[in-house]
């Protein structure tokens, strides 16, 4: 069980990567591009650049937090955690990885609620190009979604490593 979340965690962390690679290679072109013709030919740029940008940031963001979690790097009180016993600890990181699972559960509902929204009502943005804002308002429960699948996949495995040392010690 532990070399097949290990092994969907690694082709999970090579799909982001490279996505959000894709995505800050395109928003660099697209802010160098719009600098260069804020300058040289003001007449040609484009009212959408500064919107396109802020989606593939933001986009890129909520795909950069399912490997923080994977790569133990998510927001948690260590210095609280480490004034414990290593037996209260590894209970405490259990925990930890529970809320976080939990705190993105209830995130990725609410992205879900923004998509509705923004499909029930058609909302667009304000530029020439008209975007569909539920499209990039799918950016959190996707970013979430993936990040309480994470938290789970460590849970599995944090419970597989203790389950397997404890038969060790016996």
């Given at each position: 069980m532990v070399n097949?979340?290990?092994?969907?965690?690694?082709?999970?962390?090579c799909a982001e990567k490279f996505l959000i690679g894709i995505m800050a290679i395109l928003a660099i072109i697209l802010i160098v591009t719009e600098t260069v013709l804020r300058y040289l030919a003001p007449a040609l740029l484009p009212d959408w650049g500064a919107e396109v940008t802020v989606y593939l940031v933001g986009w890129a963001t909520m795909l950069s937090l399912p490997s923080l979690v994977?790569?133990?790097?998510?927001?948690?009180?260590?210095?609280?955690?480490?004034?414990?016993?290593?037996?209260?600890?590894?209970?405490?990181?259990?925990?930890?990885?529970?809320?976080?699972?939990?705190f993105c559960a209830v995130i990725f509902v609410a992205g879900i609620k923004m998509v509705q929204f923004g499909l029930r009502f058609g909302e667009i943005s304000d530029s020439s190009?008209?975007?569909?804002?539920w499209v990039f308002y799918l950016a959190v429960p996707f970013g979430y979604g993936f990040s309480m699948l994470r938290y789970v996949?460590?849970?599995?495995?944090?419970?597989t490593e203790s389950r397997a040392s404890?038969?060790?010690?016996d």
């Open positions: 097949f979340v290990s092994r969907v965690s690694n082709v999970l962390g994977a790569q133990d790097k998510h927001v948690r009180a260590d210095l609280v955690v480490d004034q414990f016993s290593r037996s209260m600890r590894k209970i405490l990181e259990v925990v930890v990885l529970l809320v976080g699972a939990g190009l008209s975007f569909p804002m996949m460590l849970l599995i495995k944090r419970l404890s038969v060790t010690a």
